[in-house]
C-alpha cells in the first residue's frame, strides 16, 4: 500500500507564495505519474500540475506560469511551487501517483490552500 502525505498549505494573501511538499511511502521512481489535483468546495476535482516518469510536465490552463511541479527522487517527494496566488486557487489540494502500466492510483489526505486578504 502507498501512503501519500501532502504538507505545505495554510493561509495567504493575494499575490503570494506557498510551496507544497508531497512525500511518498515508497520510491517515487515506481509511479508513471505524479500530479497534484484540487477541490474547491462545490466544483469537481481538478488536475492542477503533473510530472511523468521521463520528465514531462503539464499544467492546467489556470496555474500556467505561476505553478511549478517538481520532484526529487532522493527525498521521494513532489513539490508544488505556487506564486502569484488568487483567491480562485483556494481549495483542497491533494497529491496524486500512478503505477507503471496504470497498475495503481493513489491519492493523499489533502491540504487546504486558502487565499485571502
Known amino acids: 500500500q502507498v501512503e501519500l502525505v501532502e504538507s505545505g498549505g495554510g493561509l495567504v494573501q493575494p499575490g503570494g507564495s506557498l510551496r507544497l511538499s508531497c512525500t511518498a511511502s515508497?520510491?517515487?521512481?515506481?509511479?508513471?505519474?505524479l500530479g497534484w489535483y484540487r477541490q474547491a468546495p462545490g466544483k469537481d476535482r481538478e488536475l492542477v500540475a503533473l510530472t511523468t516518469a521521463v520528465g514531462v510536465k503539464n499544467y492546467a490552463d489556470s496555474v500556467k506560469g505561476r505553478f511549478t511541479i517538481s520532484r526529487d527522487n532522493a527525498r521521494d517527494t513532489i513539490y508544488l511551487q505556487m506564486n502569484s496566488l488568487k483567491p480562485e486557487d483556494t481549495a483542497v489540494y491533494y497529491c496524486?501517483?500512478?503505477?507503471?502500466?496504470?497498475?495503481?492510483?493513489?491519492w493523499g489526505q489533502g491540504t487546504q490552500v486558502t487565499v485571502s486578504s
Open positions: 515508497g520510491s517515487i521512481t515506481s509511479f508513471s505519474v
Open positions: 496524486n501517483a500512478v503505477g507503471v502500466g496504470g497498475r495503481g492510483n493513489w
